[in-house]
């Protein structure tokens, strides 16, 4: 744990997170985890859990659904932004299998996600014709999205430049990874040491709430790390209570940070501090390379 800590200090310090662990063979404790959260329909408000089953496509549950125009777009809170107004949860069931989440609506009423009124119920209060999916239903799936906005006002190609995923002038629409409702992950890690340093770097008032950045696992990091964490972890695997997560790689952040919901607060700083610090990258995603259940308080390590 020492040699841990003076590593990662001295990569915030110095800028080199990236490549500190280059030529170091180890296992390092990064810290626990804090919480777990599932979204079992896309863009809508999810749930915290205390334990989760961890598949090869990501939390067991997690963007098992999604609202869709008839044979076209997954609508998202990149766009429709009043879907963060309902929830969904399976409830506490680390592996709620083919079962299907119960929807909550703003107004408090709640259905099955399967429940033949579903869509009706939904399109009435978006008011427009809308159908809730199960994933796999359609082979090829794309978000929505409005490029004039998805980075808050700051121009996409200015955002894109030298990213390996490009979106084309006035595009309308993004590719879901296949058979899914992920926009390009099965898997979303957080550290806490990241939305510290990032409250730090936006000043006074700045609200960081978890929420913002949907994560599936937060990990509590220890108090003296600061800095973007997840930079040391990039090219090296997790290893998370009975779990092992690998091809970790940086979470491109977009206007879904910024965006009201609940008790969180419209907050354009949150993105423009994220891409003017870091790239637009803050968090990270990841592959399952070694299914098993996840436990909040397991620890987290990095295997280099």
């Given at each position: ?11 915030v ?5 990236r490549?500190v ?32 089953q ?22 998202t ?49 978006l ?19 409005d ?32 058979g ?18 990032l ?10 709430d978890?929420r913002?950045?949907?994560?599936n696992m ?9 800095g ?5 972890w ?36 949150v ?11 803050l ?9 098993g ?12």
């Open positions: 744990m020492l040699l841990l800590r003076g590593a990662l200090r001295y990569a310090k110095y800028g080199a997170c490549s662990y280059v030529g170091v063979m180890g296992e390092f404790l990064v810290g626990k985890v804090e919480a777990l959260f599932r979204y079992p329909v896309k863009s809508m408000q999810g749930e915290r859990l205390s334990s989760a961890v598949g090869a496509m990501g939390l067991v549950g997690d963007r098992a659904f999604a609202v869709r125009e008839p044979q076209g777009r997954v609508l809170a990149k766009r429709t932004k009043e879907l963060l107004g309902w929830s969904a949860a399976f409830g506490e069931c680390a592996d709620p299998g083919g079962r299907s989440p119960l929807i909550t609506a703003p107004d408090g009423e709640t259905f099955e996600a399967t429940d033949d009124t579903a869509s009706a119920r939904l399109s009435e209060r008011g427009r014709d809308v159908i809730v999916e199960r994933a796999g239903s359609s082979a090829e799936a794309f978000g929505e999205l490029a004039d906005t998805i980075f808050a006002g700051i121009p996409a190609a200015e955002v894109l430049e030298g990213k390996p995923r490009q979106l084309p002038a006035g595009a309308d629409r993004y590719g879901l990874a296949t899914t409702f992920f926009d390009s992950a099965h898997l979303h890690v957080l550290g806490t040491g990241t939305l510290d340093h409250g730090s770097l936006i000043g006074e008032g700045a609200d960081i978890v913002r950045f949907r994560p937060l990990i509590r990091t220890d108090d003296g790390v600061t973007f964490v997840e930079d040391a990039m090219g090296h695997r997790l290893r998370i209570g009975a779990v092992e997560v690998s091809e970790i790689w940086p979470t491109l952040r977009c206007v879904m940070t910024t965006v009201a919901q609940a008790s969180v607060a419209r907050d354009l700083r993105l423009k501090t994220i891409v003017r610090e870091h790239d637009t990258d968090g990270a995603f990841a592959s399952t390379s070694v299914p259940e996840v436990h909040v308080g397991d620890p987290v390590v990095l295997v280099t």
